[in-house]
């Protein structure tokens, strides 16, 4: 170890942008290698190394901060030669998404229990190939969303000073981020939404009192309902996958859904994106803001969609993935919790052989994936703990009593900390408290609802954070970086996202 320790020594000198999610190696080590090899591939530029952490499910990825001010650098200036450039690739992406959708669809047509061990595992590598391309150009994202934030916004407090008009800041900042497109939340919302209009139209919600079983018999009944509401679990089953695995949604799931939407009165506005898209070019006409800062905040515009459909492709390929990492462990005795820290180069017939339960549950309770050009490296047990010692400090904070982010949406709130770093915690969450988290996906919108406030540790005005507490008028301070690691569970705090400044109480 002491010689493994010598060797990547330099990367403790690196200066991170830390993001923790959850997570397992297999279902993101590849996407994050495309990074490094991928990006140089599609596009000339990107990564030069990475580092994961992993533990029970929970992952921090290290973000090389020289990396992301690079590759936002080489964006810039193709923008600049070429204005196209982005559409340009946006539209790549987009064609690599296509490809790997219809051989998803290809999956869904086999008995994935009767085929051969070769050709499940062959199968297996193809679909992770799939996963990886399009991935390996929309590292992009990152590139420009963690280090492009900040100038926007303080471009336009500059600009806004400039004529005197500073007060406005907050109002402005929320109109010029508010999305123009739905997102695949949307579309969900969308599709429920019409589903209960469907119910009030027949008269038909006393129905939805009953029980589950009882209303699926009664569905038969009501031919264009149940196509209706099958469909939403055909069209949304994977919304609460993530990175450390895949959960189906069932029909009772989204029957609950219904259920839900029927109280609450949901309902959804179709118009609100033209709105959105009014208000942002009558703020352009009114501030009479340059071209220059127009452009910046179309491009980050394209980021928000091209990050949301990337999202929801990666949500429905680790449906897949797991799907077959679950199939090949069978074979080898090996269940899909411990198949989740395999390396995919290690999904080979003879190498899982030589794997055993022990070496994957070490990896389970702690494991760090270092990614080189061309070189993948992992450790667990005393390696994982020498290296996890060394980096400490770039994740250790100071005790404080106000933390300060980024405006995602405006408002104040007062209330009690609860801390959800992964899913399991958003069980525990109660209505009226503050939602602190290192940064929220799918899965977390049920918490979020229930929140006077939403706090991160990361994540841009593009994020999933910043998108979501608009659309529920939710006050949201993002990128504090140090919220999960300084806040506690209990603790009472006002948060201003007028002013991105979450202030501890007591």
Request: charged content about 25%; glycine content about 6%.
């Amino acid at each position: 170890m002491k010689s493994d320790l010598k060797k990547f020594a330099y990367l403790f000198k690196r200066r991170w942008y830390i993001q923790s999610f959850n997570s397992t190696p297999n279902l993101l080590t590849m996407g994050a290698m495309s990074g490094i090899e991928g990006c140089k591939k599609y596009l000339g530029y990107g990564y030069t190394h990475f580092l994961n952490f992993y533990k029970n499910g929970f992952g921090t990825m290290y973000y090389d901060r020289d990396d992301l001010h690079h590759i936002a650098h080489q964006l810039f200036a193709k923008v600049k030669k070429n204005p196209k450039y982005l559409e340009l690739l946006v539209q790549r992406s987009d064609r690599l998404t296509k490809q790997a959708y219809k051989f998803f669809r290809r999956i869904d047509s086999l008995r994935l229990d009767q085929l051969p061990t070769p050709e499940l595992i062959g199968l297996y590598h193809q679909a992770y190939d799939y996963y990886v391309k399009p991935i390996s150009i929309s590292h992009i994202i990152e590139g420009f969303t963690l280090t492009a934030d900040i100038k926007i916004k303080n471009q336009l407090f500059k600009e806004l000073e400039r004529q005197n008009k500073g007060q406005d800041f907050n109002k402005v900042f929320n109109v010029l981020t508010q999305p123009i497109r739905p997102t695949f939340f949307h579309e969900m919302i969308e599709a429920l939404s019409d589903v209960i209009k469907e119910i009030n139209k027949q008269k038909l919600s006393k129905i939805f009192k009953l029980s589950n079983r009882e209303i699926i018999k009664y569905l038969s009944q009501q031919p264009k309902l149940k196509g209706m509401i099958y469909g939403l679990q055909e069209n949304f089953f994977w919304m609460h996958n993530n990175y450390s695995g895949a959960k189906v949604l069932t029909i009772n799931y989204f029957l609950n859904e219904v259920k839900t939407g029927i109280k609450d009165g949901l309902s959804y506005y179709k118009n609100i994106f033209k709105q959105n898209k009014k208000a942002k070019d009558k703020a352009v006409q009114k501030y009479g803001f340059g071209r220059g800062f127009v452009k910046m905040f179309k491009m980050s515009d394209i980021m928000s969609y091209w990050q949301d459909d990337r999202k929801k492709f990666f949500l429905i390929a680790i449906h897949y993935l797991d799907e077959l990492l679950k199939e090949i462990g069978d074979r080898f005795n090996l269940p899909i919790s411990l198949m989740r820290y395999a390396l995919p180069q290690e999904i080979w017939a003879a190498d899982l052989a030589k794997l055993n339960k022990i070496e994957l549950s070490g990896r389970q309770h702690g494991c760090l994936v270092i990614g080189l050009s061309k070189k993948i490296k992992i450790f667990s047990g005393s390696d994982y703990k020498i290296f996890k010692k060394q980096l400490a400090g770039q994740e250790k904070k100071d005790d404080q009593k106000e933390l300060n982010g980024l405006c995602a949406s405006v408002g104040k709130a007062v209330g009690r900390v609860t801390i959800c770093r992964t899913v399991r915690d958003i069980a525990q969450f109660r209505a009226g408290d503050i939602l602190v988290a290192p940064m929220t996906r799918p899965e977390f919108v049920p918490a979020m609802k229930k929140a006077l406030a939403i706090v991160t540790d990361e994540g841009g005005i593009t994020s999933h954070a910043a998108i979501i507490s608009r659309e529920l008028g939710k006050p949201c301070v993002i990128g504090t970086k140090i919220a999960t690691a300084t806040l506690k569970n209990g603790d009472y705090v006002e948060v201003n996202a007028n002013h991105g400044v979450v202030k501890i109480m007591k």
